[in-house]
């Protein structure tokens, strides 16, 4: 007993001290990463062979910005043609530019808002008329915002169950149906997040459409298989990207508490996660179906231990409880 209270008054400090810090102000200073991230470096560059989706195209859903951009990057670099769709044709018309010019190989930029099932048509009519139908389709659009579950609004759940879930399926469903109807196969990547699978307070919305979308993609996986399709999933950890930490986090105070929790000590890069998505979408992979790859060094299983809290606890600490945990009597 008295180890356990020594344990439960130094973590309560411990709470008390980064609860005072996360108030404690709007704007982060750049704290230096832990020690153990020098043992992490990322890697960014392609690690697939040069050419590995020349005479491929690949289907982009929120390709303008954060992730999708650089999956497509990475793609349009192993020679895929890329087609990047969204809402705002101006932004993608940009990305789409830039890509092009850095890799030598063609981006194709297509307005669509995926929430409406006519629109998602017309997009692919285009897509077809431009490039044919797609090798590679990968589903990252996606709308999230805090929020306490109390506070939802009927508009504010559908905004986002819209964008994520529904969005995903009227993509999915017609493209699949017109390449079943082709006799053509496809890899299908659906980008979701680590509380898919454990769910989360404050995101209801993301984490139920989320957890939508890995339903929807294993199902398929099992029916779609005799098609030539694969579905497969990646699950990422957090990523700083412009449009996700303005919305989750627009003071920056939670980015060290996430910092703190990741074992491997730093934040995952874009570039990660569009390399994984390039293997799990490449020929390397065609075995992989139904599968869902979770990448966020190890946030998920440091959250899920109910120990693991005692990392917290020193050299010192540990001696003083081992002498205490010892001198304990009975059961």
Not at 105 to 123: F, I, T
Not at 195 to 204: D, K, N, P, R, T
Not at 249 to 263: H, L, Q, S, V
Not at 287 to 314: K, Q
Request: proline share 6%; aromatic share 8%.
């Amino acid at each position: 007993m008295a180890a356990a209270t020594f344990l439960r008054e130094k973590l309560f400090r411990s709470f008390k001290t980064q609860r005072s810090w996360i108030h404690s102000s709007g704007v982060l200073p750049q704290a230096a990463p832990p020690p153990q991230a020098r043992f992490f470096p990322p890697a960014e560059g392609p690690m697939l062979p040069t050419g590995s989706f020349t005479n491929r195209v690949a289907f982009i859903t929120g390709g303008g910005t954060g992730l999708g951009r650089a999956m497509t990057t990475t793609l349009s670099q192993l020679g895929a043609t890329c087609i990047i769709a969204s809402r705002k044709l101006d932004v993608l018309k940009q990305t789409a530019e830039e890509i092009s010019s850095q890799t030598g190989n063609k981006v194709h930029a297509v307005q669509c808002d995926v929430k409406d099932p006519e629109a998602v048509s017309r997009c692919v009519d285009q897509v077809e008329a431009m490039t044919g139908l797609p090798d590679v389709v990968i589903n990252n659009a996606a709308g999230n915002f805090v929020c306490p579950s109390e506070r939802l609004t009927p508009n504010g759940w559908k905004s986002i169950t819209d964008i994520v879930l529904n969005g995903t399926a009227f993509v999915t469903l017609e493209l699949g149906r017109r390449l079943i109807q082709n006799q053509k196969g496809a890899s299908f990547l659906a980008i979701t997040t680590i509380y898919a699978e454990s769910g989360s307070g404050f995101v209801a919305p993301s984490a139920s459409a989320k957890a939508g979308v890995e339903a929807l993609y294993k199902s398929l996986a099992a029916e779609w298989g005799r098609y030539g399709h694969r579905f497969n999933i990646i699950q990422p950890g957090p990523i700083r990207t412009k449009g996700a930490f303005s919305r989750l986090d627009p003071t920056g105070a939670f980015e060290k508490a996430m910092i703190g929790r990741i074992p491997t000590g730093r934040l995952g890069m874009p570039g990660e996660i569009a390399n994984l998505a390039a293997y799990m979408s490449s020929e390397f992979a065609t075995w992989m179906s139904g599968a869902v790859v979770r990448l966020d060094g190890g946030e998920y299983v440091s959250m899920a231990g109910e120990f693991n809290e005692l990392r917290r606890v020193t050299p010192e600490q540990w001696k003083t409880m081992e002498a205490m945990i010892r001198g304990t009597k009975g059961s």
